[in-house]
């Protein structure tokens, strides 16, 4: 059964912006840390960005200064506001905790062409 679902990808140009969402469980919010992930073709999954508890967040190099991670318990939810695109950012883009303790979602298509 799905516990994680992420939605909002879709195509872009170059330097456009996205917002992406992920539905999650309790599971993953009692972690103590939850994190977005991606996976372009032929590569291997990578950790983007993660955020803890109590807000602290951490970005990849290739991202920082480009994407914000948010979450609200509330709502169950956690986002990935992404600006400035480029076309090495083109993936899956996968939520889950950190580490990564969940089964895998299917993921939402991110794609940045001119």
């Known amino acids: 059964q799905v516990s994680l679902v992420e939605s909002g990808g879709g195509l872009v140009q170059p330097g456009g912006s996205l917002r992406l969402s992920c539905a999650a469980s309790r599971t993953i919010f009692n972690s103590y840390s939850v994190g977005w992930y991606r996976q372009a073709p032929g590569k291997q999954r990578e950790l983007v960005a993660r955020?803890?508890?109590?807000?602290?967040?951490n970005y990849a190099d290739s991202v920082k200064g480009r994407f914000t991670i948010s979450r609200d318990n509330a709502k169950i939810t956690m986002y990935l506001q992404m600006t400035n695109l480029k076309p090495d950012d083109t993936a899956v883009y996968y939520c889950n905790s950190y580490p990564q303790l969940m089964d895998w979602g299917q993921g939402t298509q991110v794609t940045v062409s001119s």
């Open positions: 955020i803890t508890n109590r807000g602290a967040t």
